[in-house]
């Protein structure tokens, strides 16, 4: 059992802390709040792009798409005159199936670790992603070639090898939990939390760090850098809550998890929007979904502020740290 829940030994007790597990999380959020007729709009990483970029956010700038096999060696021209790249499945989740080049010097890719990766590798990757391997439900997919984020310096030392990114779960437009995640050598590079990335839970209030686990289990420094994690502090904290509120009138989805990167030049953009996000937050936040989600609900039709910067200040108010109201 996760070391966070170890002093919960009952279903009662687990709800009592307001820990929500993924059968409450689909039916009572996913099922209640997201119509399926608008996951596509998040599932497909074109199409987050492109309402994202109507929205006036910023998003990774669009190498290029290869859509068909005979287009796949294509690939090395499309990129010779990109000093980094990142290939990943339109239709992938969880991290699976990106490949981050982070140089590319006289047509030889290496990958954050510093290993060099061959042209045939990279080609092959591009097919399996076209056929499917990566993708929701193992469907025929697309590659999508994007340029590589140089996240800010002011993470220095807090991931390894790849970009941190922010994870903020977002309730009818309140954002109500947030982490952070770092990527780490087990985790080759990508903030994958079941990879072995740590998650840093953030206080919606001030993105200060609160507490971090790897594995499920706390930890004090980065496995790898040896930074001590309790020094994270997010800058723009107010304007990435804000765009991740501003996700609501995006999609029109009622219940999403929002993935932002600071980029040392353009600042704060979006990465990718989840019509399923998972429930690991709770663990690096070391408190639990279901109160702060019960507390919007009670809201009722009090609840739709008219924009993004008063829900914001609105769940500064109400979810600082570890406290819900109510709870």
């Not at 061959?118 to 439900?137: C, M, Q, W």
């Not at 760090?209 to 309790?230: C, K, M, W, Y």
């Not at 399923?276 to 690096?284: C, F, Y």
């Amino acid at each position: 059992m996760l070391d966070f829940l170890k002093k919960y030994t009952s279903p009662f007790k687990l709800h009592k802390a307001g820990i929500m597990g993924m059968n409450r999380r689909n039916i009572s959020y996913i099922g209640r709040y997201n119509k399926r007729s608008l996951f596509p709009l998040v599932d497909n990483k074109l199409k987050t792009k492109q309402i994202a970029q109507r929205a006036g956010a910023t998003v990774p700038e669009l190498i290029g798409v290869i859509n068909e096999q005979h287009q796949v060696a294509s690939v090395h021209e499309m990129v010779k005159d990109w000093p980094g790249f990142v290939i990943k499945p339109a239709q992938g989740s969880g991290g699976k199936g990106i490949l981050v080049v982070t140089s590319n010097k006289d047509g030889v890719y290496k990958k954050p670790s510093g290993s060099e990766v061959s042209k045939e590798e990279v080609e092959r990757h591009i097919t399996n992603t076209l056929a499917g391997l990566f993708s929701l439900g193992g469907k025929n997919d697309v590659a999508v070639v994007e340029n590589l984020i140089q996240f800010d310096d002011v993470f220095d030392g807090f991931s390894y090898e790849g970009v941190p990114d922010i994870r903020v779960i977002v309730f009818k437009g309140y954002p109500v939990m947030a982490m952070m995640r770092l990527s780490t050598a087990a985790s080759d590079g990508k903030a994958n939390l079941h990879q072995g990335a740590v998650g840093v839970g953030i206080d919606i209030a001030t993105g200060k760090a609160l507490r971090a686990v790897q594995f499920n289990r706390p930890i004090e420094h980065h496995p790898d850098t040896g930074r001590l994690l309790s020094e994270l502090q997010v800058p723009h904290w107010e304007l990435l809550l804000t765009l991740a509120a501003s996700a609501w009138e995006m999609t029109g989805l009622g219940y999403l998890g929002t993935d932002m990167v600071l980029d040392k030049e353009k600042g704060p953009m979006v990465l990718e929007l989840n019509a399923r996000p998972g429930l690991a937050i709770q663990i690096a936040n070391g408190c639990g979904l279901l109160p702060r989600l019960r507390h919007i609900e009670a809201m009722g039709e009090t609840a739709h502020l008219t924009t993004p910067e008063e829900r914001v200040a609105y769940a500064a108010k109400n979810f600082s740290g570890t406290y819900t109201p109510g709870h």
